[in-house]
């Protein structure tokens, strides 16, 4: 009776580990600061073939969205919480993806940018090697280099070559994947990368090869961006190509001198976004390679949308200088947001709308190439990642009570389903703010007085409607203060009502003299 009781467990456990081991590795790419048109297959003339390679054999999204600022998009990312919600960069309401898959037996890792409150390793994750900061210098670093805890000094060579923090953050995520393997579990590999955040810094001949694409302005990037876009089917063929900003001169009203700089910075950009897919590239290879590309779900995102602020300190410094300091303005993150309005920061769609990419060749039923216009966001990875790793999302862990999930699994669209969509979508950053139900969206830009957009009908937020359904914002509006007050627990300036006018919004600096304080 004995033997057979054994026996019987045996088979068990047998069954239990096979299961276990049945289960996707999940790789998460995270770029920093990329706009929705930045990559080859959503629009851009930067090549970005290894980007290109995941969508043309998985599933592209249209409508993909983030909170339009770094630090709260890595908490939604790592939570499936609304930020404030999950404490933000405490965490102290949520739970990692790294705790959760822990507990369900995964391997979990990270390598890239935190820019949350202590380490990835108080969190979840069981090696960790990057920075801490919200930027960093990418030829140098600073001291918030931590490697599994402990303080790391960056060093002028890296693996054979001149350190380059995008090489560096995939030299370390290989590295990790390759620890994983040999643990013979399924891994979680979560990998922020800090590109093409600013500082705009790049090798020389990199930067070279990018010279001389940028001279024709931003004015007609956007056009042939969108042409493109078109094109690629990523929007229907009646859709607008929204107006240039009002702050944003034309390009032919620049000097020579100045449309000369503004060429430089784009191609350095261009450069950290060529690095970027680069070096994706070498993690995606290395995975094919060991055998575990097909069995590996594959997802990549932008924390926000391209980025306005202009902060450029040493302009005359070359990019490849580790002294430069150079960004770029709105001029350009207008072009990078193509076909969508303002950035960064901004609840607009060119500030929280983003590329999301997912490779899955063993769990996508969905035809290869397939873009999908179904509405989804960063909340729903943990969603997603309890849904394939068979893990539990957890009330509490330690001290820290856990809020329920807000994001809802994206498998069913993998799938190639309709999937019962979110009934209502909130994002709050600062003073912007907005909601969106169905494909109905209020949007408010610093205090200013609500907007109405069908996104439907009018994708790239043309048409205000707000005036003609009152009622309409009105009854949006209640619900938005009803999740800022008691699920994401909002005070003071953040429950402001807004104004009765639209604010009027200007996000570029004179830089002229070689130095603006930040």
Same mark, same amino acid.
């Given at each position: ?35 929705? *048109? ?188 969108? !042409? ?16 240039? *900003? ?23 950009? !261009? ?45 005359? /410094? ?90 809802? *699994? ?7 389903? @309709? ?21 109905? /969206? ?25 005036? @003609? ?42 830089? *002229? ?6």
């Amino acid at each position: 009776m004995l033997r057979a009781t054994l026996a019987s467990l045996l088979i068990l456990i047998t069954a239990l580990t096979t299961q276990a081991d049945d289960r996707p590795n999940i790789v998460l790419i995270m770029a920093d600061d990329l706009g929705f *048109s930045d990559i080859g297959c959503y629009g851009s003339e930067i090549p970005t073939p290894n980007l290109d390679s995941l969508a043309e054999n998985g599933l592209r999204f249209t409508q993909f969205y983030n909170t339009s600022k770094c630090h709260s998009s890595r908490v939604s990312l790592l939570t499936g919480l609304y930020c404030d919600q999950a404490g933000s960069e405490s965490l102290s309401r949520g739970s990692t993806i790294a705790e959760v898959l822990k507990e369900a037996g995964y391997f979990t890792a990270m390598s890239g940018k935190w820019h949350l409150s202590k380490q990835p390793t108080d969190f979840g994750f069981d090696r960790y090697w990057g920075h801490l900061s919200g930027a960093t210098n990418f030829f140098i670093g600073d001291d918030t280099f931590r490697y599994n805890g402990e303080h790391y000094d960056v060093p002028k060579t890296l693996n054979g070559r001149p350190f380059y923090t995008t090489h560096a953050i995939a030299d370390f995520a290989i590295e990790f994947i390759d620890e994983g393997i040999a643990a013979n579990k399924p891994f979680l590999m979560y990998i922020p990368f800090n590109a093409p955040h600013y500082p705009l810094q790049a090798p020389e001949a990199d930067v070279k090869r990018h010279l001389g694409n940028y001279d024709g302005g931003w004015d007609a990037l956007r056009k042939t961006r969108f !042409a493109k876009q078109l094109e690629l089917g990523l929007f229907p063929e009646d859709t607008q190509l929204s107006k240039r *900003s009002d702050h944003v001169p034309a390009w032919k009203s620049l000097s020579e001198e100045d449309r000369t700089w503004e060429a430089k910075r784009m191609a350095v950009f !261009a450069a950290m976004v060529d690095l970027l897919d680069q070096n994706i590239g070498r993690v995606v290879k290395h995975l094919e390679e060991k055998n575990e590309l097909d069995n590996t779900l594959i997802l990549f995102c932008s924390d926000n949308g391209a980025c306005p602020f202009e902060r450029t300190q040493g302009r005359f /410094k070359a990019p490849w200088d580790p002294e430069s300091y150079w960004l770029y303005d709105a001029s350009w993150a207008n072009a990078g947001n193509t076909p969508f309005r303002l950035y960064k920061q901004n609840q607009h769609e060119g500030g929280i709308c983003s590329p999301m990419i997912a490779h899955w060749p063993n769990g996508l039923k969905a035809k290869p190439g397939t873009i999908t216009t179904q509405t989804a966001h960063l909340v729903d990875f943990m969603a997603t990642f309890l849904d394939v790793a068979d893990a539990r999302y957890p009330q509490q862990i330690g001290e820290r009570k856990i809020d329920p999930l807000v994001g809802k *699994s994206l498998v069913p669209i993998f799938e190639g389903q @309709q999937r019962d969509a979110h009934a209502t979508l909130y994002f709050h950053f600062g003073t912007d703010r907005a909601l969106r139900q169905g494909p109905w /969206k209020i949007v408010s830009a610093k205090l200013g007085r609500w907007e109405l957009y069908n996104l439907e009908k009018d994708r790239t937020e043309m048409n205000d409607l707000a005036k @003609q359904f009152p009622a309409r914002v009105k009854a949006m509006e209640e619900v938005w203060f009803d999740i800022a007050k008691n699920q994401e627990r909002l005070k003071g300036k953040h429950l402001l009502p807004v104004k009765n006018t639209i604010t009027k919004l200007n996000f570029r600096k004179d830089t *002229s003299s070689g130095r603006v304080e930040n």
